[in-house]
């Protein structure tokens, strides 16, 4: 990370801003993927469900977006879903409106559509395509986003791969490296991200890695990142993941970055997953990297952790003040002529 990038998060944090905004930029999906936290009841906390909410389309979802933006002021930008590709035309007008403000955008896909050819261009977009173990059970798992049709709509574009390791895939032979393999002999890969299942506190979930399995995992990653230059994570983060963030209130990234679902309004907590994430299993790449950042010794016993939590709590103040000076209802303001539209389209 620059330290040019470091400062201005840093001033945004002081201000009272989260300099990385999500949004689940509709309630649809094509898929449905086991294990799915979007679209789990609680994902918005009980009252409502992602697929119960209104979303946009047209012209009125890129007007919201912007205007969310504008008043988020974030740096950074993570199109969510559902899968922002059922809304690809407004999309595409979307991310080059905010590339060209010097925000960095990135979509999260299943690539289950072409990409446009010009995303392969843009410097500021990183498009991450969500990829669930090897071929035989990813095809499974997300079809029909599978690997043959991923394949195939990423054709000529730069991508980042990422994969949620799951028990199945730790618990067959040489998996990693298999995946490790194929993926990173693709030319449209540029990085490959791996994040570990994330369950929810109390529920049973099939994917849930138990100590050992994510030990091994580890390990593993950390071995194969030394022979393949695309797996871009760095071993602090790998190592992590064996210690997770004790709370979100302990968790950089759920503090850094804030949430919003698909009605553009409604927003999603504790961080990005949802619901009532189990911090201590927590595998969320984002969360890690940042919680290695947040270790990282800046003088004496003082670390770049223990600053941001001040540094944030400042922030709050400040952002409190300026709430109680010009009280806005909620985390964006919703003009009577723009009521949430008609019906979302099904791709
Ligand atoms: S593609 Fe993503 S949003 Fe859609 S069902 Fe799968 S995990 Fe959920
Ligand atoms: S589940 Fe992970 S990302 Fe979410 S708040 Fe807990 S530690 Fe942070």
Not at 105 to 130: D, G, H, I, N, Y
Not at 254 to 261: D, G, I, L, N, P
């Amino acid at each position: 990370m620059q330290v040019r990038h470091v400062l201005h998060s840093w001033a945004r944090i002081l201000q009272g801003y989260a300099p990385a905004l999500s949004i689940e930029i509709t309630r649809e999906c094509p898929l449905r993927c086991p294990g799915c936290y979007a679209y789990e009841p609680n994902h918005l906390g009980g009252a409502v469900r992602l697929r119960e909410l209104s979303d946009f389309r047209g012209d009125e979802l890129v007007r919201r977006v912007l205007a969310l933006v504008e008043r988020e002021k974030p740096l950074h930008v993570s199109l969510v879903g559902g899968d922002p590709l059922v809304r690809h035309r407004e999309v595409e007008r979307i991310v080059p409106e905010l590339t060209g403000r010097g925000i960095h955008v990135q979509v999260v896909t299943s690539a289950f559509r072409r990409l446009p050819e010009a995303w392969a261009s843009m410097r500021k977009l990183t498009v991450v395509v969500s990829i669930d173990g090897l071929r035989e059970e990813h095809d499974k798992r997300r079809a029909p986003a599978t690997y043959d049709r991923i394949l195939e709509n990423v054709r000529g574009g730069r991508i980042t791969v990422h994969c949620t390791v799951t028990r199945q895939m730790a618990e067959r032979e040489a998996s990693l490296e298999k995946f490790v393999e194929f993926w990173c002999g693709q030319n449209a890969v540029q990085r490959v991200w791996f994040s570990l299942f994330t369950p929810q506190r109390g529920a049973f979930a099939a994917e849930r890695l138990d100590p050992e399995q994510k030990r091994r995992v580890v390990e593993k990653l950390l071995e194969l990142r030394e022979r393949e230059p695309k797996i871009d994570m760095a071993p602090s983060a790998l190592r992590q993941f064996l210690k997770p963030p004790a709370s979100p209130d302990r968790c950089i990234f759920a503090k850094t970055t804030r949430t919003v679902s698909a009605d553009l309004h409604t927003p999603v907590t504790p961080c990005q997953l949802g619901g009532d994430p189990d911090c201590s299993e927590c595998g969320c790449i984002a969360a890690m990297g940042l919680a290695a950042v947040g270790a990282y010794r800046v003088v004496g016993p003082i670390t770049a952790g223990g600053l941001f939590h001040i540094s944030h709590r400042f922030g709050q103040l400040v952002a409190s003040t300026r709430r109680k000076e010009a009280p806005l209802p909620a985390l964006v303001q919703i003009a009577p002529e723009m009521a949430p539209g008609p019906e979302a389209e099904t791709p």
